[in-house]
């Protein structure tokens, strides 16, 4: 498709809300160009929030036995430097049951209204890759390894932050679980990325180039298939090659792990463009369903199916 409209989203009030006659190229530029805007934002409001933590920090937190066994990172959307949403942010605490008590009323009286999952992980005891959430509570095992291996530091001991960052890469090495449960979640996202389907309802429509997001009826356009897939794709590929000190960035992740394949990079920031155009436009004005072009659709969800190739996942 050499004519096409930019972002290929039009909503049905604006016929004429982006601008038409750019090429395919000239769109890529584009995407590219709001990806490095959006992760100069993401950066400055992760650093205005350090600097916010270690300001508010009161003397009894600045003793050696709580500084020396505790980190306390930014994960999630925020560490990839992609929540254009402003949505919750989500932390990591390494430490003790006692110190996390203390440090989670801290966090709270930081960011108010703004914070989300709070996932504590004791250093000492206990898998680093396991999921473990205030929030999510369940019976099942889940694995994220890359949550923390890409957490952007915000507060307590830099050293004891890296060795768990390696700690990370050796659980993933030495327990075949965490793998195994990586790919079972992959494949669940390869379905949805084939269908437009979830286990609850109709996500995306790519015969038609149709978006559905209303997360009120757990509709989330497309964020629990082609988007999931390409961040857990290029993930995995990561830990099977056992590099921890990789940009916690989606793309820089894949222009350093699958060199020239422009096309996956091309694909992704299409997607992530236009999961945050259908949100943002839910979010303002409640529309749920977005008409888009059914080629960039297929093009999105055939790259991300491509990544899950790469990633050795059939």
Known sequence: VNNITIFFYSP???????MENFTRQQIYECRKFNYKNLENDSRQRLDSLKNLINISTTPE???????????I????????????????????????KEFYLILK???????????GDIEVKNPNLGLLSEFSSDIKKGSHKSFWPIRLLDGYFLWGNSELFQSSRFRILNEY???PEIRKNMIERIKEEIAVT???????????????????YNPKY????LKYGPLRLFQESIQLIQLDTGISDLSPRTIDKMQYLLRNDNEIQEGYLACLDLYSTTACVQNDRNITRHKIDKEELDFICEQALSIARLARIK
Do not use: C, W
């Not at 009323?105 to 914070?115: A, D, F, H, Q, Y």
């Not at 286990?199 to 995306?204: D, G, I, L, P, S």
């Not at 757990?218 to 356009?221: I, P």
């Open 61 to 71: 937190l600045f003793q050696s036995q709580i500084m020396e066994s505790t980190v």
């Open 12 to 18: 049905p009030e604006r016929e004429d809300f982006f």
């Open 73 to 96: 990172v930014a994960v999630g959307s925020d560490s990839r430097h992609e929540n254009f949403r402003r949505s919750p942010l989500e932390f990591i605490v390494l430490t003790n």
């Open 173 to 175: 090495r030495t327990r």
């Open 194 to 212: 084939r269908s437009g389907i979830t286990r609850r309802t109709t996500q995306f429509n790519r015969e038609e180039g149709i978006i559905f």
């Open 218 to 221: 757990n509709s989330y356009g």
């Open 105 to 115: 009323e801290k966090l709270t009286k930081i960011v108010t209204n703004n914070i």
